[in-house]
């Protein structure tokens, strides 16, 4: 495990009322970070995982990212509860069908794609604007956005999550060219499937066991491993990693 001290430093997780970023709100905190837990709608989860980080200091906040100004104001208020922002990790997103065969309307086609597209990259990249803004007047910070191994290999069910998460690996890579002489560094996960439930339904029967092999460790990746991730990348060490997007798949795709 990456040993980090993160005292004296703070997080905004968003989406951390469960899966990845509940993981990554705790190991932060375990680190001896301030963390900022995000919610849309669980707020029960939230304060959950609220309640069951070390240390103190940390504070709860509720936003929905499929709009722009929310995520801003949602950076902006972490910022202010917590005095400071060191770490942004942009987690929260959807992954919901919308094939192309036919199978749903135009409309609500449409619908799902924009509210994809609107949750797991636009609201990111508001939040990392924000977010920037106050890393430049403190004179540090980092960002680390939660991709997609779907971004390399595609996402046939889910046209719109594999294009954003295509966007958010992207958009890190422009962000670390364009802050990285304000002292921040930008990152980015591209994780396969991972134990969590908004993959449990992909991860069942007979299907479940074809996922699970396109590995050759036979399994998918556990919201612990892609929090460990999160943590080196946030952490002094992986500064030089700047612009990098981290492959956590077991395999499943090599690139």
């Known amino acids: 495990m990456v040993t980090v001290d993160f005292t004296n430093k703070t997080a905004l997780v968003t989406g951390s009322s469960k899966g990845v970023g509940a993981a990554t709100a705790r190991i932060l905190a375990q680190a001896g970070a301030r963390v900022c837990v995000h919610y849309k709608g669980d707020v029960a989860g939230a304060k959950t995982v609220l309640a069951s980080l070390p240390g103190a200091g940390h504070t709860l906040l509720q936003a929905d990212l499929s709009k722009p100004k929310e995520a801003k104001r949602l950076v902006d208020s972490a910022a202010m509860k917590m005095g400071r922002l060191d770490i942004l990790v942009n987690n929260a ?40 803004q106050i890393m430049r007047k403190q004179g540090v910070g980092t960002i680390v956005n939660v991709g997609s191994r779907g971004a390399f290999r595609g996402e ?65 990746a556990t919201v612990d491993e892609v929090a460990r991730a999160i943590l080196y990348l946030a952490s002094p060490e992986a500064r030089f990693t700047t612009g990098a997007v981290l492959d956590i798949n077991g395999a499943s795709y090599l690139r």
Do not use: C
Not at 100 to 129: C, K, R, Y
């Open 93 to 132: 997103g959807i992954f919901r069908p919308h094939p192309v065969d036919g199978s749903m309307g135009f409309e609500q086609w449409l619908d799902t794609f924009h509210e994809t597209i609107h949750t797991n990259l636009i609201g990111p990249a508001a939040a990392a604007f924000a977010a920037i």
């Open 156 to 220: 046939a069910g889910q046209v719109g999550y594999g294009a954003a998460k295509a966007g958010l690996h992207s958009l890190s890579q422009s962000l670390a060219q364009a802050v990285g002489k304000d002292n921040i560094t930008v990152h980015a996960v591209a994780p396969g499937f991972i134990e969590t439930a908004m993959a449990r339904p992909h991860l069942q029967g007979e299907a479940g066991e074809a996922v699970k092999a396109q590995s050759p460790l036979n399994r998918v």
